[in-house]
DNA sequence: TACTTAACCTAGCAAAATAGTCAACTATTA
DNA sequence: TAATAGTTGACTATTTTGCTAGGTTAAGTA
């Protein structure tokens, strides 16, 4: 399990397609716009999203991309495997066999390691986050609405 | 908090170290040959290690490094922490305002998740590994032990 | 049918991060 | 003093990243 920038930018844009995509597909271009990410670096990312099979791509215009699963079913550590290439973080590629003595010192340890943030990761979904920034987002809603209400009485005096 | 490879050679060369070091202190030519890792690369990560206070270098024949604090006081994520340039992962850079209506969709969302990571590679210590590294051992010490009396008893035959 | 839309694909590029090298230097200690 | 071993800085190669530019293909719409 890597931890990277890209990741990031796939977890973002797909959350904000999680988000948006309640009804119709979302386009490329609007998650592009709306998280400032370059819409051919998306392009890249969904492309290897929808070989994933958590994406689907549809065509034509009102076309765009939606999810192929329920958020609560589509997990962080899925998303960020999927845009990294899997890359095989021994010396030895599989095979525990690169020294004698101490040979996996490296293998076992990082291994276990990075399994134990992959299950972590797993253990959140796309619904948990967006849960969270629901309530986020409520709130400043409600911090938005308060203050209009409060200009409306100021006009009113 | 970000997850490579350079992260990991730090955490397995720290981890080579604490295995090592009990009773003299541990050259990098040492770790190098055993980890298979470039000595100069080594060097590279062991001064940023050095300078967050996390080994001490011992001058002179007989050198090398050891440990400042013990093992059960040195967490995963400091390890880390310390070879990562701390880079921010966010557009804005600590101000959450990179845009009107949707700001911090990326910004909460990937700090707090950042954050989660972080604290839970803060609550894995070297010891802890060592343990458990300790323990694959054992267990394969066993293993081989086992299959050395099953040898004996075959030559016995 | 022609046109538009947006997915889908390819190649290439500049900047950054990563991984590793080399050589000179300094402090320690046997 | 001579050997050992850390310290430093500059330098190079490779990979990853994020992005640009250009297409092709499928699906709607006039
Ligand atoms: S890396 Fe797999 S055995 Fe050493
Ligand atoms: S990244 Fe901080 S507000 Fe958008």
Not at 19 to 33: E, G, M, N, R
Not at 128 to 144: F, P, S
Request: net charge neutral.
């Amino acid at each position: 399990m890597r931890l990277t920038t890209k990741g990031r930018y796939a977890v973002t844009a797909m959350l904000d397609l999680a988000f948006h995509s309640q009804i119709k597909p979302v386009t490329l271009t609007d998650i592009a716009a709306r998280q400032t990410i370059s819409l051919s670096y998306l392009e890249q990312l969904f492309a290897r999203l929808r070989r994933a099979g958590m994406v689907k791509g549809v065509r034509g215009p009102g076309g765009g991309y939606k999810l192929c699963r329920k958020t609560s079913e589509i997990n962080i550590a899925d998303i960020i495997a999927a845009v990294n290439e899997p890359i095989d973080s021994t010396k030895c590629g599989g095979e525990a066999n690169c020294q004698k003595d101490q040979a996996c010192l490296t293998h076992d340890l990082w291994m276990g390691l990075s399994e134990q943030i992959k299950d972590y990761l797993k253990s959140i979904s796309l619904a948990d986050l967006l849960e969270k920034n629901q309530v986020q987002e409520v709130a400043i809603r409600q911090h938005h609405d308060a203050q209009h209400t409060i200009e409306i009485h100021h006009h009113q005096d």
